[in-house]
């Protein structure tokens, strides 16, 4: 705010009121309360190598390069059943045009991810190919000792 005379004037500011002394000694001989459980922001070795085979297999069993059924340890049975029926459109789809499967080399980024539980993982990998770029979108989730994708979408 300003006044034409004086220029720019402050409000006033109230200060905090200190705490009683019965409360201060109080916050002081309570205990600390543990920290929130969060799980780790890191992954154990290998499974960073995990979600990028996981989608550069999707990637090839849409393209024609690969059978489906070669990611059936990796894939829940819904997603398995989902990714079988993508590669059957684009085999029709290809045939009806005149194609042959696609031999696409596609270079892989870092996979980015987050870790809303311990026995979850939810990953976006970008996979650059030739002409186009697309992105690999997985949920992975831990069935036993190994991770299956729950959720597997490419865009």
């Known amino acids: 705010m300003t006044t034409p005379d004086s220029g720019p004037v402050s409000a006033?500011?109230?200060?905090?009121?200190?705490?009683?002394?019965?409360?201060?000694?109080?916050?002081?001989?309570?205990?600390?309360?543990?920290?929130?459980?969060h799980?780790?922001?890191t992954l154990r070795p290998g499974v960073e190598i995990e979600i990028a085979r996981?989608?550069?297999?999707?990637?090839e069993a849409l393209a024609g390069m690969r059978d489906v059924s070669q990611l059936a340890r990796w894939l829940t049975p819904e997603v398995y059943t989902g990714l079988?029926?993508?590669?059957?459109?684009?085999?029709?789809?290809?045939?009806?045009?005149?194609?042959?499967?696609?031999?696409?080399?596609?270079?892989?980024?870092?996979?980015?991810?987050?870790?809303p539980t311990v026995?979850?993982?939810?990953?976006?990998?970008?996979?650059?190919?030739?002409?186009?770029s697309v992105?690999?979108?997985?949920?992975?989730?831990t069935h036993g000792a190994h991770w299956r994708a729950s959720v597997l979408h490419v865009l």
């Open 135 to 141: 992105a690999v979108v997985l949920r992975l989730e």
């Open 12 to 37: 006033p500011v109230a200060a905090a009121p200190a705490p009683a002394p019965a409360q201060a000694q109080a916050q002081a001989q309570a205990p600390a309360q543990a920290p929130a459980q």
């Open 84 to 115: 079988e029926r993508q590669a059957t459109l684009a085999r029709r789809g290809r045939s009806a045009h005149g194609q042959s499967e696609r031999h696409v080399a596609y270079r892989l980024g870092p996979p980015h991810f987050c870790r």
């Open 39 to 41: 799980p780790p922001r």
């Open 54 to 59: 996981i989608a550069l297999a999707a990637l």
């Open 119 to 132: 026995h979850t993982v939810e990953a976006t990998i970008i996979a650059h190919g030739p002409v186009t």
